[in-house]
C-alpha cells in the first residue's frame, strides 16, 4: 500500500466503525425506549410525589408541597422499622434455604442421569407457576389443624407435638413464608448454577482426581471457587427479589399475625392503595430504592475479588 492510500484505508475504516456503532445504537434505541418510558420515568415522577400529600383518588384541593414531611413521618413509624425488620428476617433466612437448595439441584441435574431434560424441565416448574397458584396450593398444605403438613408432623412426632397453626401463630408465620417462597423461586437459581456447573473445565476435575481427592475435596476445592462468579450474582439477585416480598404476604397472612410478616412492599402497598396516601406510598419506593441499592453495593464490596 502506498502513502498516498493510507488516509482513504482509514477513513474506510472509521466509516466502517461508525456504520456498526449507528447499528448497535438503533437495535438498543427501542429497549432503551421502553425502559425509559416504563421504569424510569415513574422512579423520576415519584421522587415529585414524594414531596407533596398527592392522594390516589384527587380530590377538589390540589395537592400541597410537603417537603420532607413524608420521610419524616416514615422514618419515625414505628411499623416502617418492623417492617423493614422482617424484611431482613426473610432475606436471611431465604438466602441460604433458596440457593443451598437451588445449588444441590443444579448438581443432582448436571450428573448423566436418564431423562434429564425432563427432570430439568419438571424443576423448573415452580419458577413459571403463577405465585398465587402457588399460595392457594400451600395453604391447602399450612391448613390448621388438620393440613398435610400437620399431618405429617404428627406421623413423625408420634402424635407428641401438636397442630401447628403455619400462618397464624408469630412464631411460625415467616418460616413458612420462607419455605413456599424458597420453593416457588428456586428455579431461577438452578438454572444459574447449571449454566456455571457446564461452564467448568472436565481437566480441573481430572486433575484433582489423578492427586487422589475424593468427590467432596473435589466439590469443596473445584466446584465452589469455580463457581465464585455464579455465587455472586446469585446472591445480589436474590437479595433484591427478597427486598420485594409482597404477593404471598398479601394473599397469606395480610401482613400478621401481629405484624410480623409485615413487609416493606407490603406497607408501601397499604399506604397508597388502602389509606390512599400516594405521596406517602412514593416517600417509602424511594426509600426502598436506596436500601436495596445500598444493600447491593456492600454485598458487591464483601464478595469483591481482592486479587
Given amino acids: 500500500m502506498s502513502i498516498s492510500q493510507v488516509p482513504a484505508a482509514n477513513g474506510r475504516r472509521r466509516s466502517a466503525l461508525w456504520g456498526g456503532r449507528a447499528q448497535e445504537i438503533t437495535m438498543l434505541l427501542p429497549a432503551l425506549a ?7 420515568l415513574p422512579f423520576l415522577s415519584s421522587f415529585r410525589i414524594a414531596l407533596t400529600n398527592e392522594r390516589l383518588i384527587p380530590r ?10 413524608n420521610f419524616q413521618q ?3 413509624d414505628h411499623d416502617f422499622w418492623r417492617a423493614l425488620w422482617n424484611v431482613v428476617r426473610f432475606t ?29 424441565g419438571l424443576f423448573f416448574l415452580p419458577a413459571i407457576t403463577s405465585m398465587v397458584v402457588v399460595c392457594v396450593i400451600w395453604a391447602t398444605l399450612f391448613q390448621y389443624p388438620t393440613g398435610p403438613f400437620n399431618q405429617i408432623v404428627g406421623f413423625l412426632s408420634f402424635g407428641l407435638v401438636q397442630p401447628i397453626d403455619w400462618l397464624g401463630d408469630p412464631s411460625w408465620s415467616m418460616p413458612a413464608i420462607v419455605l413456599l417462597s424458597a420453593w416457588q423461586a428456586y428455579g431461577f437459581q438452578m438454572i444459574v448454577y447449571l449454566a456455571g456447573l457446564q461452564g467448568i473445565s472436565e481437566s480441573l476435575y481430572e486433575a484433582a482426581e489423578l492427586d487422589g481427592a475424593n468427590r467432596w475435596q473435589r466439590f469443596w476445592h473445584v466446584t465452589m471457587p469455580s463457581l465464585r462468579q455464579t455465587h455472586i450474582f446469585v446472591l445480589i439477585i436474590t437479595t433484591i427479589q427478597a427486598f420485594k416480598l409482597f404477593t404471598q404476604v398479601n394473599i397469606l397472612t395480610q401482613g ?8 416493606l412492599v407490603h406497607y408501601m402497598f397499604t399506604a397508597g392503595f388502602v389509606d390512599q396516601r400516594l405521596g406517602l406510598a412514593s416517600a417509602v419506593a424511594i426509600l426502598l430504592f436506596f436500601i436495596v441499592l445500598i444493600v447491593s453495593l456492600v454485598q458487591r464490596f464483601v464478595v469483591r475479588d481482592r486479587q
Avoid: E, S
Fill in 34 to 40: 421502553l425502559i425509559a418510558i416504563f421504569l424510569l
Fill in 60 to 69: 377538589p384541593v390540589p395537592p400541597r408541597f410537603v417537603g420532607l414531611g
Fill in 74 to 76: 416514615i422514618l419515625t
Fill in 92 to 120: 436471611l433466612m431465604v438466602l441460604p434455604v433458596q440457593c443451598g437448595f437451588a445449588l444441590a439441584i443444579a448438581l443432582l441435574l448436571n450428573q448423566k442421569l436418564p431423562f434429564r431434560n425432563f427432570f430439568r
Fill in 256 to 263: 400478621g399475625p401481629r405484624g410480623t410478616t409485615d413487609t
